[in-house]
């Protein structure tokens, strides 16, 4: 269960940004849709910091009413709320993709079935926190792929005691015909540069409950085409956050706590596959819109 809020922390985002010129990261929190509330100024150096508080809900609060000085949104330039998380992943975690890895090979089809129902879910490392694409930066398309398509996630944000803290969005590009050939292809299919996403800030103060009704939407633009477009609810997820939280820390430490991808629902038709300079564009409706450029790494 995420960590329950004061009605006033309902829709706290939390993020990382720069305002250009000036190179330093701060730390912010947007309460409306125009300006972002300066934490940096008011001692918070670091968000991983902030996320490590028992009475996080609280602490916004109260960081809320110190008067923050504030910049405009359009000013400044969001980055990856990831910070010195480990991103992981789980898979097969919805019946479209149990379905999607089927069709995509015979040669692995039975451990997809099989795990889709197992006890112990498919989880895999993602990608190093400083690898981490932010809003508006390139993803990856492998240049020894043929098939390679994004993968629109909801992503659980832990703290190091493994305590759901928040909810962003994911994505984990994928390379299919390099993952369809063999299983054991699977890290060469999903960790490469660029091949992770995350962004654009951090939501806090929702219940599981809340979470499990939102929209996740993709779409992909080529040039003023809409070459594809899909929609499922968070809540077509088969497990539950806990049990995906709970296996993720199982005899593993997170000293910086952690990022999870929940796993795809939306899965573009086989003979799609994503060109360089598309545009990727994730909407979950409780959290925002993660938008990314894709090129050939
Ligand atoms: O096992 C392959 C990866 C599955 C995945 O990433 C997903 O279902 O989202
Ligand atoms: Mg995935």
Redo the contacts with the bound molecule.
Sequence with gaps: MLTPATPSTESTRLCRFTVPPAPGVRIGLIQNGSTVGDLTAAGVARLTSLLERADLAGELVRLSQAGLPEHSLERIRILTPVESQEVW??????LR??QA?MEESEF?AS??DR?YDAVRP?I?FKSLPDKVVSPGGAVGIRRDAAWSVP?P?LALVMNSSGTIVGVTIGN?M?SRDI?GEN?LY?PQ??IYTASCAVGPWIVVGHREDDVRTWSIQLEIQRGADTVFAGETRAGQLKRSFTELVDHLFRSQAFPHGAVL????GIVPPDDFTLHAGDSVRITISGIGTLENPVAVV
């Design positions: 992943a789980a898979g097969v975690t919805y993709s149990k890895r692995s451990a997809y795990v498919e895999f993968e996630e984990d994928s993952e299983l699977l299919a999903k991808l929940t796993g795809a």
